[in-house]
Every structure is written in structure tokens, then in C-alpha cells.
């Protein structure tokens, strides 16, 4: 396991860069994923406006005018965080990122220079086209121009949906520690995330006019892949989104012994027994194996993106692939929860974890869509 990148790099190519600690291997791969989902997401929302599916918004802006001092100041202050707590990481000895993050320690030259340095490029960059009189122009900006916007919306709310649900799932652990449990990096609910990061994407396309099935049907492999890349952020870092104990012997040769069952040793979370001669802040491994789940997951959501990518051209009607998606993504989770550590309810007897019930639910709400859907008459695509 690789708890950050510092390890990964070590073990791989025998460098010894302590800043690499304060780069999570979990929070590595959500990026990935994120830059995944935003590529993919972008390519259909092009297609579908080709397609003239997809409309574009005029926005009024003013050209020429020179930089403000409330921006000049806002790019010299996240100039400095980021230079005082990210470039000052590199240079600490700190062994624990989260605490050195929310601490008051950095670099204060790093902070002041890179400060700076972006309120310069601000200056720099609205000087360039500062006009004797500035002008009010008329743009036009396509949906497919606003993924940054929606990838930092799904991103901010996906955080906080996943930090919630998780919290919610595990009520003992908030009680027991309410500030390390809501700022901790680990603890992550996908569900909780998807929830709340699809009712902020719904408000945000709403108010630009974005059609909300097309961008649906557009984010659906994109939420997949994106799901896919994270799970192997699970499995390197070992955040404790493991299987059950898995002690029966491999039955296929061909089979790596990790594939099948893996005791996820130096894991980040620190959970099992002390790894023998191991010294340092991970030093567990888990007692007994156990299946690899995020493992499976990626495999079988990498199939999934592959299999919605496939169809995406030929579904017509708007809302019917994201139906699949939600039923497909139902299917997977609902069948990994069943060999996949996690936390039951009990309710009139029954015991279902807190996915299993979002999965069912899913599920369903998949299937009325399409029937709800497929009563209307499928929009014929236009070719500009």
C-alpha cells in the first residue's frame, strides 16, 4: 500500500522526497477521476451541441478595464495559502499532512513571493487588454465552456455529501471525535457525494438553461469513469473500503494471490496488527485477508464506462442512458456490498448497509425512468 505519494515513489524509483508525503494517493486518483469525468463530459456536451441538442447563453461582459484591487487582492491571497501551507509542506518535516495542513505552520517567503506572483500575472494579464474606454460586449458561452464551473460545483458538494453520509453511517465515530471527523481526508461516502453533488449540478443547470436530461445522459459515463479511477484510490491507499475476510485458498492459477484475497498491509487508516520490523506511521496490515473490493469495483465500472460509451450514440431518447447508468451502477454496488466490510442498519429484522438501500433505490428509480421516459417521443438529433 501507498498512503501518499512519497511512498509510492520511493518503493518505485528509489527517490526520498519528503514533500511527496503531503500528496495523498487517495486524494491523487479523485483528482484523476475528476480530470477524467471533466474530459469525457466535455467531449459529449460538444457532440450534443453539434447536435443542436445543446443551446448556448449570452453573457453580457465589460472588456478593457483594469485590474481591481479586490481581484489583485484575492489573487495575492490564494497566491500565499498556497505557497505558505502546499510549497511550505515540501520543506517541513512534518509526518502527519492533516495536521500540518490545519495547523498554523508554513512558509512565510514561499506565501509572500508566490502571492505575489499571481496578483502580478492578474495585473499583467488585464493590462494587456486595457482599453482607453472600456467596452460592453455580448458572448456566447456553450454548456460544454462551463465544466470547469461544474467539476468545482460536483467537487465542493460531492466533499461535503460524502463527508455527511459517512458521518450519518458511522453516528458513534462523530460523537466520539466531531472536529476530526468532519475535517479528516478519509471517510468517504460515494453515495453521499453523488446525492448532493447532482442536486447542486440540477440548481446550476438550471439557472443557465442547460438541458437537464442531455447534461444527465452526458455525465453518465463520465460518473462512471470517474468512479472507476477513484476505487483505484481505495486500493492503493487501503482506506479501509475493503472486503470481507477472505481466508479460503485461490482457486485459479492464473490468478494473482492479491486479486483474490490481500491483507492490505501499511494501509492508511493504520487499522490491523503491527507489520513485523516495520517502523514508522504505517505499520498495519489487516489480520486476515481479505477480499479487494475497490479492485473489483474498478474492473467492473471500466466495463460499465465501456458499455454506456458504446450505446451513448444510440439511445435518442433524453434520459434514457442516464437511466442505464443508474441502474447498472445500482446492480454493481448492490452485488460488491455483499462480500464488502461496511456498517448494517437494522430495520424489522432485516440488516442492509446504508448503499445497499441508495443502490435499491437507484435501481428503481432507474427503471421508472425509463418507463416514464420512453412514453414520450425520442427527440430526432440535428446535424449543424
Not at 460536483?154 to 462523530?174: C, M, R, S, V, Y
Not at 452526458?218 to 487501503?238: D, E, K, N, Q, S
Request: charge should be positive; include cysteine; aromatic fraction near 16%.
Amino acid at each position: 500500500m501507498y498512503p501518499n505519494l512519497y511512498y509510492a515513489f520511493k518503493d518505485l524509483f528509489g527517490v526520498n522526497w519528503t514533500g511527496l508525503r503531503f500528496i495523498n494517493s487517495f486524494g491523487f486518483f479523485v483528482a484523476l477521476a475528476f480530470i477524467g469525468a471533466a474530459w469525457t463530459l466535455t467531449l459529449e456536451l460538444k457532440r450534443k451541441s453539434q447536435q443542436g441538442l445543446l443551446h448556448s447563453e449570452e453573457q453580457k461582459i465589460v472588456i478593457g478595464q483594469p485590474a481591481s484591487t479586490s481581484s489583485l487582492l484575492l489573487n495575492f491571497v490564494l497566491g500565499f495559502l498556497l505557497g505558505y501551507k502546499i510549497i511550505g509542506a515540501f520543506f517541513s518535516n512534518a509526518e502527519n499532512p492533516q495536521e500540518f495542513i490545519f495547523s498554523s505552520q508554513g512558509n512565510w517567503i514561499a506565501g509572500i513571493l508566490l502571492g505575489g506572483l499571481f496578483a502580478f500575472i492578474k495585473w499583467y494579464e488585464k493590462n494587456k487588454q486595457k482599453l482607453a474606454k472600456p467596452e460592453e460586449r455580448i458572448i456566447r458561452i456553450w454548456p460544454h465552456d462551463r465544466v470547469g464551473d461544474l467539476v468545482i460545483f460536483a467537487a465542493i458538494f460531492g466533499f461535503a455529501g460524502a463527508k455527511i453520509f459517512h458521518n450519518l453511517e458511522n453516528w458513534d465515530e462523530l460523537m466520539r471525535d466531531p472536529v476530526g471527523s468532519l475535517l479528516s481526508f478519509s471517510g468517504l461516502t460515494f453515495y453521499g457525494g453523488l446525492i448532493c453533488a447532482a442536486l447542486a449540478i440540477w440548481w446550476y443547470a438550471k439557472k443557465h438553461s442547460i438541458g437537464f436530461w442531455h447534461l444527465n445522459d452526458a455525465a453518465a459515463p463520465a460518473l462512471m469513469l470517474a468512479y472507476a479511477i477513484g476505487r483505484i484510490g481505495c486500493m492503493v491507499a487501503g482506506d479501509g473500503d475493503w472486503g470481507i475476510a477472505n481466508t479460503k485458498p485461490n482457486p485459479f492459477s492464473w490468478l494473482p494471490n492479491w486479486m483474490w484475497s490481500f491483507r492490505f498491509p501499511h494501509n492508511v487508516i493504520g487499522e490491523g496488527v503491527q507489520i513485523p520490523g516495520c517502523v514508522g506511521q504505517y505499520c498495519a496490515q489487516l489480520p486476515e485477508p481479505v477480499y479487494p473490493t475497490p479492485f473489483y469495483e474498478t474492473v467492473m465500472c471500466l466495463i460499465l464506462f465501456a458499455f454506456l460509451w458504446s450505446i451513448r450514440k444510440k439511445v435518442k431518447t433524453p434520459g434514457i442512458l442516464f437511466s442505464i447508468y443508474l441502474i447498472v451502477n445500482g446492480i454493481e454496488r448492490f452485488l460488491i456490498e455483499k462480500i464488502r466490510v461496511n456498517t448494517k442498519y437494522n430495520i424489522d429484522g432485516f440488516h442492509p448497509t446504508q448503499a445497499e438501500i441508495i443502490s435499491f433505490l437507484m435501481v428503481i428509480t432507474g427503471i421508472a425512468l425509463i418507463v416514464y421516459l420512453s412514453r414520450k417521443k425520442p427527440v430526432v438529433e440535428k446535424v449543424s
